[in-house]
């Protein structure tokens, strides 16, 4: 599959999407978002990939949207390309695979949208963060309102929107909006040797993990305990239970066949 501005590639188990217009930091423009589109399509089609990594070409995971795209938007372009950029992330967020994001530089406006919506966010030491658009006179588009509040609090969440401060990795850290920092020329192997960790494992069961999670991040615990037993109940009917609690017994390595 050829694109223009993203390249997509396979490494065994896993799938490697870079965001590649270095030149414009990776910004997002309609373009881009439709080849993301086809992108993940292709991945969610793709049955021998079980782990999915994003990241971005040069200095920028992605620097935002395309300002220049979006300067002489009227109100229902606006609305429209919002509804591409929410359309494409939640595609993203909901598929059975688990994302991970290798934030290699600017995550900015919504680049910082697209790290929140994979699974997992790995931060090179020189990742920066923030939610700019107040200065700009809009708001996040692409989930930014409801995505770093369920991940950072409320009151953080506010705080960066407001005022569009832009925090480092460290800090990024510290409130939660990334699982840990690495040195950057370690980033690519450790997320790396993450994805194929997840991959090794009951692929059926990580897709139904993942459900579940965010199924119940959106629900009372009592109806997300009542969809886990669900879930946990559907994992005695595949080959993959059987194969990983028998090769438990019998102290021998597992041979999951994504059944």
């Known amino acids: 599959m050829e694109f223009k501005?993203?390249?997509?590639?396979?490494?065994?188990k896993i799938g490697i999407v870079t965001l590649n217009r270095p030149k414009a930091l990776n910004a997002l423009n309609s373009e881009t978002l439709r080849e993301l589109d086809s992108a993940f399509d292709a991945l969610h089609a793709d049955k021998e990939i079980l782990a999915v990594i994003i990241t971005g070409e040069g200095k920028a995971f992605v620097a935002g949207a395309d300002i220049s795209e979006m300067k002489d938007l009227n109100t229902i372009e606006g609305r429209e390309f919002g509804i591409l950029g929410n359309k494409v992330f939640r595609k993203l967020e909901n598929m059975g695979k688990p994302i991970?994001?290798?934030?290699?530089?600017?995550?900015?406006?919504g680049g910082c949208e697209l790290s929140m919506a994979c699974d997992i966010r790995i931060a090179s030491a020189k990742a920066k963060f923030g939610q700019p658009e107040s200065g700009l006179g809009i708001t996040p588009g692409f989930g930014g309102t409801q995505r770093l509040p369920r991940l950072v609090g409320e009151g953080m969440a506010k705080e960066?929107?407001?005022?569009?401060?832009?925090v480092d990795a460290?800090?990024?850290?510290?409130?939660?909006?990334?699982?840990?920092?690495?040195?950057?020329?370690?980033?690519?192997?450790?997320?790396?040797?993450?994805?194929?960790t997840i991959a090794a494992q009951a692929p059926i069961a990580v897709k139904l993990?993942?459900?579940?999670?965010?199924r119940g991040m959106q629900c009372d615990i009592d109806t997300g305990i009542a969809y886990e037993a669900e879930v946990f109940g559907q994992c005695f009917s595949t080959d993959d239970q059987k194969e990983g609690m028998t090769a438990f017994i019998e102290k021998r390595d597992k041979s999951f066949k994504n059944s």
Not at 100 to 109: D, P, V
Not at 160 to 166: P, V, Y
């Open 100 to 109: 991970i994001a290798a934030i290699n530089g600017f995550a900015l406006g």
């Open 5 to 12: 501005n993203i390249t997509f590639v396979k490494e065994g």
């Open 209 to 214: 993990c993942k459900t579940a999670i965010n």
């Open 170 to 196: 460290k800090e990024a850290l510290r409130i939660g909006l990334v699982n840990r920092v690495v040195e950057p020329e370690q980033l690519m192997d450790e997320v790396k040797a993450l994805a194929n």
């Open 160 to 166: 960066l929107i407001f005022t569009g401060k832009i």
